[in-house]
């Protein structure tokens, strides 16, 4: 007997830049790439190198630090030629500002490297204000990529100290430069040197932003420690550790960002308060459904909402969080963000008449048992389930109400009609009366269609009150800056109507709890085949 072996080589995985890096409001690069191997990567990574200096060829700098570094997030599954996005703040660096060489890295499970073209760029560096601030920022990158320039960072802090009481120095400003400055004068090496790299950067975050600075990297340093855990598929008592630590930083950045605003309010854009408050209220929602996707199994999801709040958040230290586009008046916008609210109203309608319709089932089944057993003590009445009734169908009545007011001013102002908020209409109202007659399943069903209506009108309306602002000499109703170099919406401008990303709702959220549950269950009972355990193991061994 003879066999026949046909070997396939394991070639080696490839990276590129799908676009180049793209600046977010932050200061944070994302980096988009395409990744390919054909068994599958199992890491990859940005490497940055300096730029040789053309000016000095005789000259061989001295840097303190090496050039950053950073793991890049890997496609969902990747075993084919997929897409993926990495943001990273590279602000903090003390090459920030410089211009450099950026090569991407992929590597195999058998170990093999596959390297991108190199890719010069000025690595972005934070925008200060406060021309204090950017001086102590510069002469921290100079002494950073050199210590060579030890003297000349010397000669430039004691010239920024001249005269302070000419120059409206506060006191807490002028005595961490004059510390700074005598650490400066002490140091005799290169690791004393270096010591002073974060002392420069704090004192240029103290003249800046007082104390934000320090919530601020609270916030996205607990923001990195999820999307890691994440990523690398930690337990579920990690996950909520770390969501926990993230909703602590989270608050108090909030309070950092209001002290800052009381304090010197012509720095930022002004806020709504009432909008303040929503917006604190749903990152605090969306850390709750990060948590609830990453214990039913759905990473992926988690992650992308995590991507999500990340960008939330970025607007927000931007100082944008509720900027119109451009063309859009106050009252275009005020409608768009009732249109908002709807869909977020309706949305909670169809989680309710989901849950509705799983306490009726409950109770049918609770009366076909024995008349001698008593059910649960969380199962609901008849009279409850009819009380609970009534007011879906109320809810549901008074949006449909809503709806109908707001299509009126629509078309009050000039907006025409909107067939995906009329066909909204229609179905709320099947909605209505399918609840009204006890039919939760058909209303169910009903809700889903009013929701996907109004989303869809909803991006209609964008763009329609977008192109009305453009003016009569715009070929199309987006402007280019309203997308991103991949064709895909920006977030930046008007409100979110959930669209965009699929992110799994309440009700697949607990179709996928019941689903884990049922084969934990199963995995749990011994007299079961080996063959359907070794199966099952398998299945729950990513979660």
Do not use: C
């Amino acid at each position: 007997m003879s066999y026949t072996f046909a070997v396939r080589p394991d070639n080696a995985p490839e990276i590129r830049l799908t676009d180049d890096p793209e600046a977010q409001l932050s200061g944070a690069l994302k980096f988009s790439y395409l990744v390919n191997d054909d068994y599958g990567v199992v890491g990859a990574e940005a490497r940055i190198r300096p730029l040789p200096d053309p000016d000095d060829k005789d000259r061989t700098p001295r840097p303190l630090v090496e050039a950053p570094q950073f793991p890049l997030s890997l496609p969902p599954r990747a075993g084919t030629a997929k897409t993926a996005e990495t943001i990273r703040d590279l602000t903090s660096h003390p090459w920030a500002g410089s211009e450099v060489n950026l090569m991407l890295l992929a590597r195999d499970q058998a170990g093999q490297e596959g390297l991108s073209p190199d890719y010069r760029i000025t690595l972005p560096q934070r925008r200060f204000s406060k021309p204090l601030a950017r001086a102590v920022v510069e002469q921290r990158r100079n002494l950073a990529l050199d210590a060579q320039n030890h003297a000349e960072v010397i000669i430039a802090f004691d010239a920024l100290m001249l005269a302070p009481e000419m120059f409206d120095f506060k006191a807490r400003d002028y005595l961490g430069m004059r510390f700074a400055y005598g650490e400066l004068v002490n140091a005799r090496s290169d690791d004393e040197l270096k010591e002073l790299l974060p002392l420069l950067w704090d004192l240029a975050l103290s003249i800046e932003d007082g104390d934000l600075s320090a919530a601020e990297r609270k916030l996205r340093d607990a923001q990195e420690a999820l999307r890691k855990a994440l990523e690398d598929g930690a337990s579920d008592e990690e996950i909520q550790k770390l969501t926990q630590q993230l909703r602590e930083a989270l608050n108090e950045y909030m309070q950092a960002l209001a002290e800052q605003m009381r304090q010197n309010p012509q720095a930022m854009q002004p806020f709504d308060n009432n909008q303040q408050t929503l917006s604190q209220q749903d990152l605090s929602e969306m850390l709750d459904r990060i948590e609830e996707l990453a214990r039913t199994g759905s990473r992926d999801a988690a992650r992308e909402l995590l991507a999500q709040m990340q960008q939330m958040l970025e607007n927000l230290q931007a100082g944008r969080p509720q900027m119109a586009p451009n063309g859009m008046s106050s009252e275009m916008m005020e409608m768009l963000n009732k249109l908002g609210e709807m869909i977020q109203r309706q949305q909670q309608l169809m989680d309710d008449t989901h849950r509705f319709n799983q306490d009726q089932q409950q109770q049918q089944r609770g009366d076909q048992q024995q008349q001698g057993q008593q059910g649960q003590g969380q199962q609901m009445t008849q009279e409850q389930l009819e009380q609970m009734l009534k007011q879906l169908q109320q809810g549901q009545g008074d949006l449909a109400q809503q709806l109908q007011q707001l299509m009126e001013q629509l078309g009050q102002n000039g907006m025409g009609q909107n067939d995906s908020l009329g066909e909204a209409g229609e179905s709320m109202g099947q909605a209505q009366e399918s609840l009204g007659e006890g039919q939760g399943e058909q209303a169910l069903g009903q809700q889903g269609n009013a929701l996907d209506a109004l989303r869809r009108g909803a991006q209609g309306l964008t763009e329609q009150m977008m192109g009305q602002g453009e003016g009569p000499g715009s070929p199309s109703g987006r402007a280019p800056m309203d997308e991103d170099p991949l064709g895909r919406p920006r977030r930046t401008e008007g409100p979110d109507f959930n669209n965009r990303v699929r992110i799994p709702d309440e009700i697949d959220v607990q179709r996928a709890r019941r689903i884990l549950e049922e084969l934990r269950r199963r995995f749990s009972d011994p007299s079961r085949p080996k063959l359907e355990l070794d199966y099952l193991e398998r299945l729950l061994k990513r979660y």
